[in-house]
């Protein structure tokens, strides 16, 4: 049978064997890379030993073990993911940690936890949405977020597909969704002004094919951040 999408073209809704395996796969295409890419990726993160933080489209729970490294007693980590055999990996990964805590919704509807966070993560979803659909997903960040608060966006950087080396834009634009062809074009910054984001630090890996793009809202910033 047919699995239904809800956007036909987007690559970051998974099939069945991707969702079990995914860890592995992403392993495994990486050549290995992943691991050191990715404690690297939440080291920049800067998160605070007390931080609440929300991960959208959390995956199996591996980026949100990473962060809880960093949390004390009182910090926390709410993921979440429309995918039941994510949080199924999220809730056994986690099972001996109450810090943790998985939400299977989706993050490109209008939705309301009841609760502020810190930060708001999001690593390697975004880029899958049809534009219009990423906005509602920065307008729920930016609605969860605590005055002073960050959205941190791991994704692909910014670049324009027609410049970059032949072998690369094939590489691209074989393994990728549509919807990714457009992302890595758009200014990230000026779009996440309009939401009232006021203030960005970046980070980059694999030759700025990639960035960590933390996006600042006004208010009293945490010690140390
Ligand atoms: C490419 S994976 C990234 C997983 C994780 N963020 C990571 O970096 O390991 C994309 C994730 O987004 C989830 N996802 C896709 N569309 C979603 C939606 N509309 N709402 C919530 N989660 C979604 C998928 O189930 C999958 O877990």
């Known amino acids: 049978m047919k699995r239904e999408k ?23 295409a990486s050549f290995g890379l992943y691991k050191g890419f990715i404690h690297k990726a939440i080291r920049h993160m800067e998160i605070r030993p007390d931080d609440d933080i929300l991960d959208l489209g959390c995956g199996t729970g591996r980026n949100a073990e990473l962060m809880l490294a960093y949390l004390n007693e009182k910090g926390s980590v709410t993921g979440m993911d429309l995918s039941e055999i994510m949080g ?15 939400i299977q919704s989706r993050i490109d509807e209008e939705f309301d936890l009841n609760k502020k966070f810190d930060k708001v993560f999001i690593s390697f979803v975004i880029h899958g949405f049809p534009h219009e659909v990423r906005k509602t997903v920065i307008e729920n960040a930016r609605n969860h977020l605590k005055p002073g608060g960050a959205f941190i966006i791991l994704d692909f950087g910014e670049f324009k597909l027609n410049e970059i080396p032949a072998f690369h834009r094939f590489v691209f634009k074989t393994i990728e969704c549509k919807y990714a062809f457009d992302y890595v074009e758009r ?19 694999f030759k700025k094919y990639v960035r960590l793009l933390k996006a600042n809202i006004p208010g009293p910033k945490k010690p140390g951040n």
Do not use: C, H, M
């Open 6 to 28: 809800i956007y036909p073209d987007s690559g970051v809704e998974l099939s069945p064997f991707v969702l079990k395996n995914y860890d592995k796969v992403i392993n495994t």
């Open 187 to 205: 200014d990230w910054k000026e779009i996440l002004k309009t939401f009232g984001f006021d203030d960005f630090n970046e980070d980059f890996y």
């Open 88 to 102: 199924d990996q999220f809730n056994e990964r986690f099972k001996d940690d109450k810090r943790a805590t998985f």
